[in-house]
C-alpha cells in the first residue's frame, strides 16, 4: 500500500504546537502524526511556521512568529545567534538546556544501549554558562574594502562581521578585534577562498584562563607578512598581556584551519595554563579542552569512578597531551596514555617533566593496536579510562578491555550515541554499567559530555 502523502505542502504556512526537541535542540511538532523539525521552537509553544522542506517521512519548518512562548524562552544576549552557526540553544533558558542534554543521554541508553536501569544523574552545569571558551579561531574575510573577522554563518561560508562573542574569553574577543584593526590599517588583504589570494585567513586567540597568558596565532596564506615589524609592535602595545605571537603558514586551499609550517614571530613558543594542580604547555597546535573550569569537573569525576588507591596500573586511551593520564597519575602507581598524534604524544611528556610525574608513561600508536601490544607484553591494568573522538571506541578495542579484564573502566565520551553503542558490548563481555554523570563542557550548544563508570561482573 502506498504511503499516505504528508499533510503539509512546501512554502506553506501552518500554526504548530511544539511537543518535543531533537537533539540539536530544534522543535519537534506534529501535523496528523507527521513530524515537523523547527530550529528555536520550545516544547509547549504555539507558533506560526512555514514549511520549507518536505519529506517522506518529516520535514523542516521556519519559525515565523511564536504566539504562546513557553516560560523556558529568553532573550538570546548574542546579537548575530539566530545567524551564527556556533550556538544553538541561547534562546532556551540553562536549566532546560541542562535537562534536554539529560534527556539525550538517557534516550540514548534506552534506545540504542538497552541499559534503561543505568542511572543518568543530572548534567553538572556551570554557574556562569558564558565566556567560557579559552580558544577562538575567526577566520577574516574583506566587505567594502574593510577587513571583517566572525564567524560563518550557517551552512555557508559568509563571514557575520561580529563585535563579540559572548561564549569567549573577554581577552580572546578584544584580541581578534585588535588584531583585525591593526592588520586593516596596515592594508593587510584577506585570504580570498574562491582565487587562493590574499594574505590573513584566520585570527586565532588562545587565552590561559588560570594564567591569563595570551598567544596570538595569525594564519596566512604567504610566508610573507607585510609589515611585520609593525604589526607585531602595536599588537604587543594593544595588549601587554601578549606572550606569544606566532604566525602559521596555510598555503592550501582547504577547510582545515592550521599549515604545516609554525613560526614565532615574537615572544615564547608556548603558555601555559592549570587544570587543579596541574601545569601545562600549550603550543599553537596542541589540542587543549576548550573550557578549563568545566574540564575540572570533567577530571575530578573521571577520577572519582576511577576510585584509585596508589598502586593502581592503569591506561589512558586516546590520551591526546596527556591531560587525564597526568591526573590519574597523581593517584596511581604507573599510568599508560596511548594516542595516535605524535605531536600531542611529545606535548604529553612534556607536561610530565614539567610536572615532575614520573610513572607517566606516553605513546604513540592506535589505541586498537597499542593495547593488544601491551597484553601481550604482560601488562595488567587495574582501571582503563577511555576518551575516545565522536565516533566512538574502535571495536578491536572494546576486544583488547575484555582481554584485559579490569575491575573498573571509566568511560569519557563527547557523543551519547557511539557510548551507548559501546557500553551495550562492554555489558555483554562482562561488565556492568554503574552510572553515568554527563557534564556540559560546551553551554549555549547541543553538545553532550558524559562520564560512565564500569565495574567487571562479579
Ligand atoms: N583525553 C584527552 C583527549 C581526548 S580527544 C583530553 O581530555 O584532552 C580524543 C583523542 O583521541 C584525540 O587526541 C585524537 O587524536 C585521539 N585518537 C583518535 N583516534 C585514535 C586512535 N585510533 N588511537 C589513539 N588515539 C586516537
Known amino acids: 500500500m502506498a504511503k499516505p502523502k504528508p499533510p503539509v505542502e512546501k512554502n506553506e504556512t501552518i500554526e504548530l504546537t511544539f511537543e518535543d526537541l531533537t537533539h540539536e535542540g530544534d522543535g519537534v511538532g506534529k501535523v496528523n502524526g507527521y513530524p515537523l523539525f523547527v530550529p528555536y521552537g ?69 534506545k ?28 577574516v574575510g574583506e566587505r567594502d574594502g574593510r577587513l571583517v573577522a566572525g564567524f560563518y554563518q550557517k551552512r555557508s561560508h559568509n563571514i557575520i562581521d561580529m563585535d563579540t562573542c559572548v561564549v ?32 590573513l585567513r584566520h585570527i586565532m586567540v588562545r587565552t590561559g584562563k588560570n594564567t591569563q597568558d595570551v598567544m596570538v596565532v595569525l594564519v596566512t596564506r604567504t610566508k610573507n607578512l607585510p609589515n611585520q615589524e609593525e604589526l607585531i609592535d602595536e599588537i604587543r602595545d594593544a595588549y601587554p598581556s601578549v606572550k606569544s605571537i606566532v604566525q602559521n603558514v596555510n598555503y592550501k586551499r582547504t577547510n582545515v584551519i592550521l599549515g604545516p609550517e609554525t ?36 577530571y575530578d569525576q573521571a577520577l572519582e569512578y576511577a576510585a584509585l588507591t596508589g598502586s593502581e596500573q592503569v591506561i589512558d586511551a586516546y590520551c591526546g597531551i596527556g591531560t587525564i593520564s597526568l591526573f590519574l597519575a597523581q593517584q596511581a602507581k604507573k599510568v599508560y596514555g596511548v594516542e595516535v598524534v605524535p605531536e600531542a604524544v611529545a606535548d604529553a611528556k612534556e607536561n610530565a617533566k614539567l610536572n615532575r610525574i614520573d610513572n607517566a608513561e606516553f605513546y604513540v600508536g592506535q589505541a586498537e593496536k597499542i593495547m593488544p601490544w601491551w597484553k601481550s607484553q604482560g601488562l595488567a591494568p587495574d582501571v582503563i579510562v577511555v576518551d575516545p573522538p565522536r565516533k566512538g571506541c574502535d571495536e578491536a578495542l572494546l576486544q583488547s578491555m575484555l582481554d584485559m579484564q579490569p575491575e573498573r573502566i571509566v568511560y569519557v565520551s563527547c557523543n551519547p550515541s557511539t557510548l551507548a553503542r559501546d557500553l551495550r558490548v562492554l555489558e555483554d563481555g562482562g561488565y556492568e554499567t554503574k552510572e553515568i554523570q554527563p557534564v556540559d563542557m560546551f553551554p549555549q550548544t547541543s553538545h553532550v559530555e558524559a562520564v560512565t563508570w564500569l565495574e567487571k561482573k562479579k
Not at 509547549?44 to 504562546?68: R, T
Not at 544501549?113 to 577566520?139: A, I, Q, T
Not at 603558555?271 to 570533567?298: E, H, V
Open 263 to 298: 613560526n614565532v614571530l615574537w615572544g615564547e613558543e608556548y603558555i601555559y595554563d592549570t587544570i587543579g594542580d596541574i601545569k601545562f604547555a600549550i603550543s599553537a597546535k596542541s589540542f587543549y579542552q576548550i573550557n578549563p573550569t568545566q574540564t575540572k569537573t570533567l
Open 168 to 199: 569567549q574569553e573577554e581577552s580572546n574577543d578584544r584580541m581578534v578585534e585588535a588584531v583585525r584593526r591593526i592588520a586593516e590599517r596596515h592594508g593587510i588583504r584577506a585570504y580570498d577562498e574562491k582565487n587562493n589570494r590574499g594574505v
Open 42 to 110: 520550545l516544547p509547549g509553544e504555539k507558533a506560526l511556521v512555514k514549511v520549507i522542506k518536505v519529506k517522506k517521512n518529516f520535514g523542516f519548518g521556519k519559525l515565523l512568529e511564536v504566539q504562546e512562548s513557553s516560560p523556558e524562552r529568553v532573550e538570546p544576549p548574542c546579537d548575530v545567534f539566530y545567524q551564527c552557526g556556533g550556538c544553538q540553544l541561547q534562546h532556551m533558558s540553562y536549566d532546560m538546556q541542562l535537562e534536554m542534554k539529560q534527556k539525550q543521554v538517557k534516550d540514548a541508553m534506552r
Open 112 to 139: 540504542i544501549g538497552h541499559l534503561e536501569h543505568v542511572p543518568v544523574h543530572p548534567v553538572k552545569g556551570m554557574k556562569d554558562p558564558w565566556r567560557y571558551r579559552n580558544k577562538v579561531s575567526m577566520p
